[in-house]
C-alpha cells in the first residue's frame, strides 16, 4: 500500500495558488485513476483506489500548510505504511517553474510544510517529487509569493509539470524510485 500526500492549504483562497500544487497533483491523479478524494479522515481529504496494481491514498491534509505533518502522522500510522510507501509532492522555490525533481530522502530545504512532516514522523526517508514554482521577486515575500496564483505564461508549464508528476508518482509504485528518477529529473 502507498499513501500519496499532496501538501496544500484548504479553502477556496488558497486553491490555484502556488503553494496549492501539491493537492493540484492529487486532484489530476484522482481524475487519472476514478478516485474521489472527498473521504474526511486523518485530518485530511482522502480517496482510495488501485495504481499500478497497488491500493493507494490519495491525501489532501487540511490543517494548512505548517502543520502538514499532523495529518501526515496520522496517515502513516492508521495503515502502517513503510516510509518508503509514502510520496509527499510539494512546491519549490528553488526549481524553476515547470521543472520537477524527484528525490528517495533528504531534507525539508527551507518548506515548512516538509519541515512538519519530518519533525512529525520523524524520518526523512521517504520519496519526495518537489514541482518548480520559481524564484519570488525582490518586490515579494516568500509568504506573499507562495500564496500568488500562477501567471498566465505559466499554466501551460504548470499544466505539463502536474502531468509530469502525476507520471512520476505512478513510476515509482510501479517500478520504483529510482526508474522514476532516471526518467522524469
Not at 126 to 148: D, N, Q, T, W
Amino acid at each position: 500500500m502507498f499513501a500519496v500526500v499532496g501538501l496544500g492549504n484548504p479553502g477556496e483562497q488558497y486553491k490555484f495558488t502556488r503553494h496549492n500544487i501539491g493537492f493540484a497533483v492529487i486532484d489530476r491523479l484522482a481524475d487519472l485513476h476514478n478516485v474521489k478524494v472527498n473521504r474526511i479522515k486523518h485530518k485530511a481529504l482522502e480517496g482510495e483506489g488501485i495504481i499500478g496494481g497497488e491500493r493507494v491514498i490519495l491525501v489532501k491534509p487540511q490543517t494548512y500548510m505548517n502543520n502538514s505533518g499532523l495529518s501526515v502522522l496520522d496517515v502513516y500510522q492508521n495503515y502502517g505504511l513503510d516510509s518508503e510507501n509514502l510520496i509527499v509532492v510539494y512546491d519549490d522555490m528553488d526549481i524553476d517553474v515547470g521543472m520537477i525533481r524527484i528525490r528517495p530522502k533528504g531534507s525539508a530545504g527551507s518548506h515548512n510544510g516538509m519541515k512538519s512532516v519530518i519533525y512529525h514522523i520523524n524520518t526523512d526517508n521517504f520519496p519526495r517529487i518537489r514541482i518548480g514554482i520559481g524564484k519570488h521577486p525582490e518586490s515579494m515575500s516568500a509568504a506573499e509569493y507562495v500564496l500568488s496564483p500562477f501567471q498566465k505564461d505559466e499554466l501551460p508549464l504548470i499544466k505539463d509539470s502536474i502531468d509530469k508528476a502525476c507520471k512520476a508518482v505512478e513510476t515509482i509504485i510501479k517500478d520504483g524510485i529510482n526508474k522514476a528518477m532516471n526518467k522524469f529529473n
